[in-house]
């Protein structure tokens, strides 16, 4: 059978890096609250010439050198964000056009943080559908732009970067040994979807809006969805958490990923953590936190690694894949 198997991770990051301690400067907080609170110590801020489409860009790239690969070689590029430079044409269309690919297709999704995992899935199926034979799968976000910079209570938690994975159509065996994508299972209850919204649209106020959140309602939903789903994973692979060499949880706050790690039985040094260095990059977080692991030399072919991410909407969801 198809498997879509990952032949590289790429990232970038804004050029600025703001720490928590200059956060103190501009809204009543404090490092000590940020980190205790939530684990993030830094994330990067991105400068007007830095945008979703230029830091998809830039993390595509880096993925097709790590791949050896040119554009030529790729037919579908998935963006994943909730941040795009226009609200059409799809900004996946402008990273094609950036990076010289005259054919295939490009296309956004969006669902929020959970996007790349929706994202991955999503080229997974063109993939084994024989759509596609190979693709990038980016996340990218500039959600500074979004942020109401007044309020304490969210501006502290996000930042912005994107990261990016190649897939290639490769025949398998069908068996939990092969490399690629080899479960995954999606979620959404769009009854949450006040708790974590941006506050503009289009087709509602004609403006963009800024992001407002009831941080402890999410808190609450978030352990208990993220588990269900990689049980339900960990079921479809015939597999248990002992099994999972590397963990790469959305990176929104420490304590979630360490409370839902705990609850589904993965050891603490099996997680890459990234919250620290990026804070919330929403959609690119995923492959900001994968490409950290490979790049670090920990995430090694052959691995077993799950992804899983959870945001607003609520979205989420859990994909496992043999590197
Ligand atoms: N600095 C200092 N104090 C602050 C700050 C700040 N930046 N922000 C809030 N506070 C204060 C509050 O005003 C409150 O003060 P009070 O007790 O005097 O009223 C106190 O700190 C506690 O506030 P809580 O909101 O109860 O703090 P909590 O422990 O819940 O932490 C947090 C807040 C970090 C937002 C947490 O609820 C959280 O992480 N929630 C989940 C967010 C998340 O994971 N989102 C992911 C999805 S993102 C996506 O999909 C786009």
């Known amino acids: 059978m198809i498997r879509s198997v990952v032949l590289s991770a790429g990232k970038s990051l804004p050029r600025r890096l703001v720490k928590n301690a200059e956060l103190e400067g501009v809204i009543e907080t404090s490092d000590a609250w940020i980190v205790q609170r939530t684990g993030i110590r830094q994330r990067y801020i991105a400068a007007d010439d830095e945008t979703t489409a230029s830091l998809g860009e830039a993390a595509a790239r880096a993925a097709l ?118 479960a995954a299972s999606l979620r959404s209850d769009g009854s949450h979807r006040e708790k974590l919204y941006v506050d503009g649209g289009p087709s509602t106020t004609r403006t963009v809006g800024v992001l407002r959140m009831e941080g402890r309602e999410v808190f609450k939903h978030a352990v208990g969805m993220i588990t269900d789903v990689v049980v339900s994973v960990f079921e479809q692979a015939g597999i248990t958490a002992d099994d999972i060499d590397w963990f790469v949880p959305h990176q929104a706050n420490k304590r979630i990923i360490d409370a839902s790690a705990k609850k589904l039985g993965i050891a603490d040094e099996k997680v890459v953590i990234t919250v620290d260095q990026h804070g919330n990059t929403s959609a690119a977080s995923v492959p900001l936190a994968l490409c950290e692991g490979v790049e670090t030399g920990r995430i090694k072919k052959g691995d077993l690694v799950l992804l899983e991410a959870m945001g607003g909407g609520f979205t989420w969801g859990a994909v496992l894949v043999r590197w």
């Open 65 to 182: 050198d790590a791949a050896g690969l040119t554009v030529d070689d790729i037919d579908l590029i998935v963006l994943a964000t909730s941040t795009p430079n226009n609200t059409f044409p799809a900004t996946a269309v402008e990273i094609q056009e950036r990076l010289g690919m005259r054919h295939g297709f490009a296309f956004d999704m969006q669902a929020v943080c959970s996007g790349f995992v929706y994202a991955i899935n999503t080229a997974d199926l063109y993939l084994r559908g024989g759509m596609a034979k190979r693709a990038i799968v980016i996340g990218s976000e500039t959600f500074s732009r979004i942020l109401d910079w007044e309020d304490r209570s969210t501006c502290v938690l996000f930042g912005d970067g994107a990261g990016a994975v190649i897939l290639e159509a490769q025949e398998g065996e069908g068996t939990i040994g092969d490399r690629g994508i080899l």
